[in-house]
């Protein structure tokens, strides 16, 4: 079989672990042939790929990045200009000109949307999940996430003793897009006072009057652990927002970071390279197996699989009720909601 694999969105930690999980798979068990399309849904439009050898999928297992570039290209996406192309159908063209048996779409929820469509469309399919944010649906995590965890964590364990020394309130903002799971598990990790998270709605008299205790109970300093997707009637950075506000609000100086792409760089974690290459295997095994249109999932300890239909245009949020924001309640951090 031919299989052609491509890397779509946002890249993150983890994206070549799981190249090479398909490739090593598919290569080595299976006697495929491995063809990496260039730069996500783009390559295919322009037919642009070269063929994966198994010495290409050598070293690369460590490294950050895509070794075949992404894009946020939406074939499907309606444009308005003159030289209107109808890309969908050069993607099906150039899958049947370059001879492939299935598509592999590595990417988060928009790219599994695009690949339920191509779906449909007729072609062999099959998802992976992948991003920073963790907010595909179906999968307990996307790799990526455990990685971008460790980045913040260790920038937020850095700036307790800058806040210390000037007695100051940090206010860092992570990513995460519409979803709050990387501002919620770095911020507890990282001993944030305060989190705030797209799916809570946040009072900021309440932040405030928080602020202002801790600082009465003797606590020098403060962390706000802020998400980049939380409501910003500003718009622009949520952090220096939520710093301007709480700079009338109380006595202590506030300052920002914004964390930024920062967290999407550089070499997995362990666990990232374990998921990405147990997801790229399973991959392999389905598309052996013929069960096209479908995306391979974390549930628990095993590594399964779901129709693309069934998670196709859905998003994976923090449950408001969710344990760890009831374990970090219980131990007195603010979300910045009254409760
Ligand atoms: O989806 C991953 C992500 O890093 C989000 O956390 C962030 O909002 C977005 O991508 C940034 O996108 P871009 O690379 O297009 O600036």
């Known amino acids: ?22 490739g090593k798979t598919a290569i080595v068990e299976y006697g495929m042939e491995i063809i990496g399309i260039s730069s996500g849904f783009l390559g295919l439009i322009n037919k642009e790929y070269r063929l994966l050898k198994e010495e290409d999928l050598s070293g690369i297992l460590t490294l950050g990045g895509t070794i075949i570039g992404t894009s946020r290209e939406k074939p499907f996406k309606k444009s308005n200009g003159i030289n209107q192309i109808d890309k969908p159908k050069l993607i099906k063209k150039h899958y ?9 779409c590595i990417g988060g929820n928009g790219t599994q949307k695009t690949a339920n469509k191509l779906a449909e469309e007729g072609l062999n399919v099959i998802g992976i999940p992948k991003t920073i944010d963790n907010d595909v649906w ?42 709050g799971w990387l501002a919620l598990y770095s911020g507890v990790a990282g001993g944030g ?19 202002t ?23 622009g950075s949520a952090a220096r927002y939520i710093c301007k506000k709480l700079n009338k609000l109380i006595e202590q100086e506030t300052r920002e970071t914004i964390l930024g792409y920062i967290q999407r760089g550089g070499s997995p974690s362990p666990m990232d390279r ?4 147990r997801f790229g295997a399973s991959a392999v095994k389905l598309i052996a197996e013929r069960k096209f249109g479908r995306m391979v999932i974390k549930n628990g300890e095993n590594i399964s699989s ?20 009831k374990k970090a309640r219980s131990m007195d951090i603010c979300f910045g909601d009254r409760v």
């Open 306 to 325: 779901l129709p693309l239909h069934e998670v196709a245009g859905k998003l994976r949020k923090v449950p408001v009720d969710y344990a760890l924001v």
């Open 138 to 179: 179906g999968t307990d995590v996307t790799f990526g996430f455990d990685s971008a965890m460790w980045i913040a964590t260790d920038a937020i364990d850095r700036l307790h003793s800058t806040a210390n020394s000037h007695k100051r309130v940090m206010v860092i903002e992570l990513m995460g897009h519409h979803a």
């Open 1 to 22: 079989m031919r299989i052609g694999i491509l890397t779509a969105g946002g890249d993150c930690p983890g994206l070549n672990a799981a190249i090479r999980g398909v």
């Open 274 to 277: 374990i998921l990405a290459t």
């Open 96 to 104: 049947q000109e370059l001879g492939l048996d299935c598509l592999v």
């Open 193 to 211: 006072d305060v989190i705030l998270i797209p799916e809570i709605k946040y009072d900021l008299d309440v932040i405030g009057e928080y602020l």
């Open 213 to 235: 205790e801790r600082a009465n109970k003797k606590k020098p300093y403060s962390i706000v652990v802020v998400a980049e997707g939380i409501q910003n009637p500003k718009g």
